[in-house]
């Protein structure tokens, strides 16, 4: 006997399995495709419907954030540094080569695990629980987040803070460089001009 | 013939749990495939890197969502955080090592040790 589905679990479905299919291929094309710049981009995609299926399961906050922090910010810098390094085609060795099949292998047989796991545990749990749908909650997805990561979990939201700080010097840090025939301020010998440049007071009429 | 289609329907359509699941495992799959095989460039390394991350946060906010405990996207937050500090610092060091070796191809790279 067959209980027919609702319309709306059949939409969520079609646009479930639509993003997942973008999400896949972009992901593959991420690794397989031989342009870096093209890479990127597919990455993006595979980012934005990952939104999406955020957005889907109630994380708006998250799908948000996601479209911001990746699309707007991380692929820009991607393709910054894919572009400003001028990178060569390198052509695949064959001794590289020889590794693909047993790395298809492995990944195939991880992914396989990853599946029974998961299927063979909801095969059981179904039985067994009728699926309590989870409580409604009463605000909307960004403020019980920010209630959330402002109260409990203020401190480890802190040190994400000083983290992102951190990268921030580290990165500054490391592509800095002292370059040659360049003018820049020195504040200290500025300060100090004791015998460089004074005010003088000069009478009127008389000249230095 | 359509009775099995529809119970398959039946079956697969309704989304949960388990479809988010193996989304992300499939995505991990992916991203460490993409570490294992690329030899080409850092750059697809840590772009793989990052799948690998996104794959990680998915997991996390689909387990949220079906608890319907938020824990999960708080920490999905930090996983974004967390990503975001990586990849910076990455793309800084491969700068740095473009300026001095002029490639970043993985096979030069090999001359990084101890």
Redesign the interface.
């Known amino acids: 006997m067959l209980v027919p589905f609702s319309p709306f679990q059949l939409t969520e479905g079609l646009v479930f399995f639509a993003f997942a299919t973008a999400i896949t291929l972009c992901a593959l094309g991420v690794v397989v495709v031989r342009n870096p710049v093209h890479a990127v981009l597919l990455m993006v995609a595979a980012f934005f419907s990952s939104a999406a299926l955020f957005v889907m399961q109630g994380a708006e906050f998250l799908g948000l954030l996601l479209i911001i922090v990746y699309v707007g910010a991380i692929a820009v810098l991607f393709l910054f540094v894919v572009m400003m390094l001028d990178i060569r085609f390198v052509v695949t060795t064959r001794s590289r080569r020889k590794h693909v099949p047993l790395a298809v292998v492995v990944a195939g047989l991880l992914l396989a695990e990853f599946a029974a796991v998961v299927m063979l545990d909801t095969t059981r749990s179904q039985q067994q629980v009728a699926k309590p749908s989870p409580p409604r909650p009463l605000l909307d997805n960004t403020t019980e987040l920010g209630l959330l990561v402002y109260s409990d979990y203020l401190v480890i939201f802190e040190i994400a803070g000083l983290l992102l700080l951190l990268a921030m010097l580290g990165a500054i840090v490391l592509t800095h460089r002292k370059r040659e025939g360049v003018a820049r301020q020195n504040i200290a010998e500025q300060l100090d001009r004791k015998e460089k440049a004074r005010l003088v007071k000069v009478d009127s009429k008389g000249g230095v | 013939m359509s009775?099995s289609v529809?119970?398959a329907?039946?079956t697969?359509?309704?989304?949960?749990?388990?479809?988010?699941?193996?989304?992300s495992?499939?995505?991990?799959?992916?991203?460490?495939?993409?570490l294992?095989?690329?030899?080409?460039?850092v750059?697809?390394v840590?772009?793989?890197i990052?799948?690998l991350f996104?794959a990680a946060?998915?997991n996390f906010?689909?387990f949220?969502?079906?608890?319907?405990d938020?824990?999960g996207?708080?920490f999905?937050?930090?996983i974004?955080?967390?990503a975001?500090?990586?990849?910076?610092?990455g793309?800084?060091?491969?700068?740095?090592y473009?300026?001095n070796r002029a490639s970043?191809?993985i096979?030069d790279i090999s001359a990084l040790k101890g």
């Not at chain 2, 793309?91 to 740095?96: E, G, K």
């Open positions: 009775e529809s119970s329907l039946q697969f359509l309704p989304v949960g749990l388990p479809h988010y699941v193996l989304l495992s499939a995505l991990f799959v992916i991203g460490m495939l993409g294992f095989l690329n030899r080409r460039h750059i697809v840590l772009m793989a990052e799948l996104l946060s998915m906010i689909a949220s969502t079906a608890t319907g938020l824990t996207q708080v999905a937050l930090f974004l955080a967390t975001a500090a990586e990849v910076t610092v793309l800084a060091i491969l700068v740095v473009y300026r970043i191809a096979d």
